[in-house]
């Protein structure tokens, strides 16, 4: 398994419920794929560089895992299609492997 990292936007209106949901579908994704989550690290309301949808801030949070290569497209897949985030990014960390 690789180390990889996964920064996540989401409305800083949306309420802790909804915010939570994410995290479980982000948790389950990666069980599913055998991928164990390292470290959860909520940096909470920042200001984003450029408006997004009408945003001007947003709540990050940044999650360090371990997973197969093979399963990062499908957590692509579901954060694209999750209407609470607003951005995301992975990131293949080779420094933590």
């Known amino acids: 398994m690789k180390a990889y990292e996964l920064l996540f936007i989401v409305a800083p209106t949306i309420d802790d419920e909804t915010r939570a949901g994410v995290m479980k579908r982000i948790e389950t994704?990666?069980?599913?794929?055998n991928?164990?989550?390292d470290n959860v690290d909520n940096w909470g309301k920042r200001k984003l560089a450029y408006e997004i949808n009408?945003?001007?801030?947003?709540d990050y949070t940044l999650i360090d895992f371990h997973a197969d290569p093979q399963s990062i497209a499908e957590l692509d897949r579901v954060l694209r299609i999750n209407d609470a985030v607003v951005r995301h990014m992975v990131?293949?960390?080779t420094d933590r492997d």
């Open 54 to 58: 009408g945003l001007s801030d947003g």
């Open 35 to 37: 991928g164990v989550v």
């Open 29 to 33: 994704t990666l069980a599913e794929a």
């Open 91 to 93: 990131v293949a960390r």
